[in-house]
């Protein structure tokens, strides 16, 4: 009963969802004020109903319905409660499931927080949002419904969760993608409504800009919390893979970040009008590209789940509509766009279509490692695959510019900069960053690689010159407290980007440079030294999970022949589906992280081990999350709080 | 020339130039990291219309069932070779390290490696399936109709 009335609820949010779309786009085409009054809660009313759906969901799962064919398939009944839970979002229907309930609410949260706004570019937003929801309610309701029944034959145990995606990462990864994918749909709306109202000024910067922040930061988070669970679950100690899945959220999120910079140029300055339409309507189209590529089914990953080549059709159809209706819009329009200010080459202006341009690069190279593998099989050419090497090579290369106009860009100001003016400040930055640089690789490496100096230092370039810049800006006040307190959320959202950004390099150039790995076969009481740390196997003891048994090997770690810490490094065998999972251990430290992974029983009590040891690896998700942070931070800006009265329709 | 006009220029080259060298730095780059999959009985009788055979020394991807019994571990080391089978002949592989959890004798993995001999691959990276249900879908393909041997891993004899 209730997987019907969740299915029954996702019909009847499907149906608000098509009145959303029609209603406020008429009502704003026709200058119906009416109309137009009942985007928002029609808007409410599809949240509603969609949150009704996913619950009746989490229901049927909570209580172990294996009549639904849905969780049947990704959950059983000795799973965990939470695993139960995240299990409604481990597969594929119910996956976009909680899209839609994504989807559903961020339409509900703009249509609440955007009273200020007038109502002809309210309407069209929350109308383009309305489309959105369509496409994915049809598409949930025609082609991946999780309430599908298995009668009057059904199965007494599920057949469990995936083994990867029971862990602490995986239920809370991709909530916070989904929401940063889906959130810039409302970036998307609000670039399309002010296409639509044919008013593309600062204001439209203005409004879209928070929205965007908040969108990115969830993605920046999605992003991190993915890679953290590939490490800690994967059991090879790896973070990024290059895999098609990962470069499908890495793409929108290099889009984004372009957007948000271009957005800012345009909101300050009135300049990069129509690319900052353009590069809003690109990172939802990439948030979509992304989705066709995990579930058409035509690349196989971790994250590929049972795939089917009409759903991909599908969303190729609908991503067909969403890229095309939204370029052709732009390209009527784009002509009516005038940039108002101007601005010498030596200008934060200059600065920023500069990031972009790299930013965008960035992304055609990962789209092109991405996408050529896959047409070369569609091509019949045969398949091919494109290594990491690709990926680490042009990343590296792009870098260097990048970072050091990321350190200068803060610097500059708006319109024009006497370079006599900047030359000090930079040289005292570029100084200080090579000295500090080269005083932390020297006292820790006995072998520095010219490319990993290069990286450090260009990574402590960005933090030196963001400080100097807070430094000029904090004293030209009476007091550092006054200081402080002008800089504005905005201000202090830059910095905490930028330094994130710079611990990301920092922690990915030296893990990269000087992790250390050991595969080893050990016997009880061997010990085995690896860089200052000497791991004594203890032998391996059996372990009973709720879920699961295996072995867990028992490994002492010493320093000096100082107990630093036990690890149990497990490999456990998941009663249901039998397959095996590596549970590595970790050590996890500021500047380095211990890594052991059981492997496989040799001969004569003996096992293999994996030992690593990784330095500085926490600081790329600590960077990550400062990052993420820099996008929340905005929302507090009172600049974006401002509620005007201006609510009369002028159409 | 006017110095608009001369300023003008100046940015088309720098763009051209700019552009330029990016999509040569990736083509290069491209060229050098672009491995092909080849199934045991391509990689031995050639693969495609041309019966193309990969030359010594090449890095490429190799995709099959390991053959049951094949599995050949070095006492002191972790060194460990087996055989892969789609249809045909059989192609040797050398690893060294840990196998991941759900490689398994009569299962469907990827290797990745650089050949040694005609038929003889040093491995770098062996991905196994990550569950029941799945399956690299070139392997899917290649090793159609051959039946799947259930695990045989005993979990008592630990110690």
Not at chain 2, 94 to 105: A, S, V
Request: aromatic share 12%; proline share 4%.
């Amino acid at each position: 009963m209730i997987p019907e009335l969740g299915y029954f609820s996702l019909t009847l949010a499907m149906v608000l969802s098509v009145l959303l779309c029609i209603f406020p786009l008429w009502g704003a085409h026709t200058g119906n004020l009416r109309l137009m009054r009942a985007a928002p809660s029609l808007a409410i009313g599809q949240f509603v109903f969609v949150l009704l759906s996913f619950a009746a969901l989490v229901y049927a799962s909570l209580t172990d319905d294996f009549t639904v064919s849905y969780v049947a398939y990704h959950s059983s009944s000795t799973l965990p409660w939470y695993y139960k839970i995240t299990s409604t979002w481990g597969g594929h229907e119910g996956a976009i499931l909680l899209w839609l309930v994504m989807q559903a609410g961020w339409t509900a949260v703009v249509a609440m927080r955007s009273q200020s706004l007038p109502w002809v570019l309210r309407a069209r937003v929350l109308g383009v949002l309305g489309f959105l929801g369509v496409g994915f309610m049809l598409y949930t309701l025609l082609m991946s419904s999780p309430f599908e029944r298995l009668l009057p034959y059904f199965p007494v145990e599920g057949r469990d969760l995936n083994p990867l995606l029971q862990d602490p990462g995986m239920i809370i990864h991709p909530p916070l993608l989904y929401m940063g994918y889906v959130g810039l749909s409302v970036s998307f709306s609000f670039a399309i409504a002010a296409l639509l109202t044919g008013k593309l000024d600062n204001t439209w910067a203005k409004w879209s800009r928070p929205w965007t922040m908040t969108a990115w930061g969830f993605l920046t988070l999605g992003i991190t919390i993915g890679s953290w669970w590939a490490y800690s679950e994967l059991g090879w100690g790896g973070w990024w893979f290059w895999d098609p899945v990962e470069n499908a959220s890495l793409m929108p999120w290099l889009v984004a970040t372009a957007l948000l910079h271009s957005l800012s140029t345009t909101e300050k300055r009135g300049v990069f009008k129509s690319w900052t339409v353009l590069l809003a309507i690109a990172a939802f189209s990439l948030s979509l590209l992304g989705t066709f590529i995990v579930r058409s089914g035509i690349i196989v990953s971790v994250h590929a789940f049972a795939s089917d080549p009409n759903r991909g059709m599908f969303i190729l159809a609908f991503l067909a509509i969403v890229v095309g209706g939204g370029l052709s819009l732009y390209a009527l329009r784009v002509s009516q766009v005038k940039s108002e200010g101007r601005y010498k080459f030596a200008s934060r202006e200059v600065a920023l279509w500069l990031n972009n341009i790299f930013l965008v690069v960035a992304t055609l190279i990962v789209l092109l490692g991405t996408l050529l593998p896959m047409i070369h099989k569609e091509l019949g050419l045969g398949s091919i695959s494109i290594g990491e090497p690709f990926f680490n090579k042009m990343f590296a290369i792009l870098l260097v510019p990048f970072a050091i106009l990321m350190g200068m860009g803060p610097l500059l100001r708006w319109k024009q900069n006497k370079w006599s003016m900047l030359q000090n400040k930079f040289a005292l930055s570029a100084v200080v960053s090579l000295v500090a640089t080269a005083a932390w690789l020297y006292s820790s490496y006995d072998v520095i690689a010219p490319i990993t100096f290069i990286a450090t230092a260009l990574a402590v370039w960005i933090v030196v010159t963001t400080v100097v810049d807070l430094a000029a800006k904090v004293t030209i006040h009476k007091t550092l407290g006054e200081g402080f307190k002008r800089l504005g959320l905005s201000y202090w959202a830059m910095v905490l980007g930028h330094v994130g950004l710079a611990f990301v390099i920092a922690g990915v150039t030296l893990t990269s440079a000087y992790s250390v790995e050991r595969d080893v076969s050990m016997k009880p009481g061997d010990t085995v030294a690896l860089n200052e740390y000497q791991y004594r196997f203890d032998g391996v003891k059996p372990i009973r999970g709720a879920n699961y048994s295996g072995h867990a090997g028992v490994v002492t770690v010493l320093k000096n022949d100082k107990q630093v810490t036990v690890l149990h490094a497990e490999k456990r065998r998941y009663d249901i589906g039998m397959q095996f999972m590596t549970e590595a251990a970790v050590d996890a430290g500021f500047t380095r992280d211990l890594y052991l992974a059981l492997g496989e029983q040799l001969s004569q009590g003996a096992w293999s081990l994996r030992i690593y040891h990784k330095p500085y690896v926490r600081w790329m998700w600590l960077g990550g999350i400062l990052i993420s942070l820099a996008g929340f931070l905005v929302l507090g800006d009172k600049r974006y709080r401002q509620k005007s009265t201006k609510q009369e329709a002028s159409a | 020339m006017n110095p608009r006009r001369k300023k003008r220029l100046l940015a088309v080259v720098a763009i051209i130039f700019g552009v330029g060298a990016t999509i040569g730095l990736v083509l290069y780059a491209l060229q050098e990291n672009i491995n092909l999959f080849y199934t045991p009985s391509e990689l031995v009788e050639g693969k495609g219309p041309n019966k193309e055979k990969p030359h010594i020394g090449q890095k490429l991807r190799i995709g099959g069932m390991v053959v049951p019994g094949s599995v050949v571990r070095d006492e002191s080391s972790l060194k460990v070779s087996f055989k892969l089978i789609d249809k045909g002949p059989m192609v040797t592989i050398n690893y060294q390290g840990i196998l991941p959890d759900l490689f398994r004798e009569g299962q469907g993995i990827v290797a990745q490696g650089v050949l040694v001999k005609a038929n003889e691959i040093d491995a770098f990276e062996v991905l196994a399936k990550h569950d029941e249900e799945y399956m690299p879908a070139e392997v899917a393909e290649a090793v159609k109709g051959i039946k799947h041997e259930k695990p045989t891993y005993n979990l008592d004899n630990g110690n």
